[in-house]
């Protein structure tokens, strides 16, 4: 506990016992520095957080409009902005992709055989983030350069290195090429950590039931990438995914038919509103549309009609209904061609809804 002392108070140093002043005072001040007593006046001692005019510690405050309440930081350029007037506070936050993790014994002290620092583990990484390697660097632990007959013994030491570890097994190779692959889809879609995680635990759990072999490696990625997709709910299909891999469409859904039944997963069913968001949007339809539809939506979903149906046509037919009720301009080979169905889906899912939903004649 902290506390604030007032200027007035006094620190009086006493040895064990009163009686022995003068042989403190005689240069004997051993028993003093070793049990040091302390009096503090009781009814002048103030708590420091009761003080009003305490200072706030680890506060960001802006410098142009004096608030600390608008702060927001933003982990992709670096940036702490105040909120309030949009000044950029600082442009080097701190680097919190390299961890440092510290396991505490029984009687609260670091083990130091168990702390680890560097970069977090990952499943999309061949070794999970966990292989040591021999680094560059010609110079020892002190920091001292290294002689020239050490450092060639040593550029031999990270040549074996890298092949050890560049040809260690055949799972280890099967790894190292599909989270490559893995990576050049994360920035062709755009894919966030979670979405990579997932589709390398599922690829992972595909491996070790022996599912890849004999099949094609960006396939079966595809196919764990697709059902990362359909259970966390985003909004894509085979197509997306097929034209960003380079990969035929017929082959993803062999293959994700075959995952699905391999490892027992049970994928929910695509929710047609977050479908109805990414058509509006691509489309640049109006807020009152998206509104208008995603009510439509509703009651198709209360009547039952959902049931079966293509999600993405069904949500391209509810927003073409929802452009005739609010008089947007919109043509049915436009609106098919960004949901990726044809127009005749779309006038069948029209009649549909139609007949079942007589509020909309």
Same mark, same amino acid.
């Given at each position: ?10 620190? /009086? ?62 982990? @992709? ?16 936050? @701190? ?49 001292? &350069? ?48 979670? /979405? ?42 085979? %197509? ?6 380079? /990969? ?30 990414? /058509?509006?949007?691509?489309?640049? !339809?109006?807020?009152?549309? %998206? ?7 509703? &009651? ?18 509810? !927003? ?7 008089? @947007? ?21 029209? %009649? ?10």
């Amino acid at each position: 506990m902290v506390w604030h002392l007032t200027p007035d108070q006094a620190l /009086i140093h006493r040895t064990g016992s009163r009686t022995n002043n003068k042989k403190a005072a005689d240069g004997d001040n051993d028993n003093c520095r070793e049990n040091p007593s302390y009096d503090f006046p009781i009814g002048k001692i103030e708590h420091i957080e009761n003080k009003p005019d305490s200072p706030k510690r680890n506060q960001t405050l802006c410098f142009i409009c004096k608030k600390s309440d608008k702060i927001v930081t933003d982990p @992709e350029s670096g940036e702490i902005i105040c909120s309030s007037c949009g000044t950029v506070i600082s442009d080097k936050i @701190e680097d919190e992709s390299h961890l440092e993790r510290h396991v505490f014994t029984k009687g609260g002290q670091i083990d130091e055989g168990r702390a680890r620092t560097g970069a977090p583990t990952s499943l999309a990484r061949h070794d999970m983030g966990l292989a040591t390697i021999i680094g560059k660097e010609d110079r020892d632990a002190s920091g001292q &350069k290294i002689d020239s007959s050490i450092s060639s013994a040593m550029q031999r030491l990270r040549t074996w290195d890298f092949r050890i570890h560049l040809n260690s097994n055949a799972s280890d190779r099967n790894f190292r090429i599909a989270f490559g692959l893995l990576n050049n889809l994360k920035d062709k879609l755009g894919l966030s950590d979670t /979405i990579v995680e997932k589709v390398a635990y599922i690829y992972r759990k595909a491996q070790e039931r022996g599912f890849v072999r004999g099949r094609s490696i960006p396939a079966v990625l595809a196919a764990a990438l697709y059902i990362a997709y359909r259970d966390l709910e985003v909004p894509k299909t085979m %197509k997306d995914i097929a034209a960003a891999g380079n /990969i035929k469409r017929k082959n993803i859904a062999r293959v994700y038919r075959q995952l699905i039944l391999e490892l027992d997963y049970k994928v929910p069913n695509p929710d047609p509103v977050k479908c109805i968001a990414k /058509i509006a949007n691509n489309t640049n !339809l109006t807020e009152k549309t %998206k509104r208008h539809a995603l009510d439509i939506m509703e &009651k198709v979903s209360e009547n039952e009609i959902s049931a079966g149906k293509d999600p993405m046509g069904l949500a391209a037919t509810v !927003l073409y209904i929802s452009c005739i009720k609010t008089g @947007e301009n919109i043509t049915q080979k436009e609106i098919s061609n960004v949901a990726g169905v044809t127009e005749v889906t779309l006038r069948n899912r029209f %009649k549909d809804i139609k007949n079942h939903l007589t509020d909309l004649n």
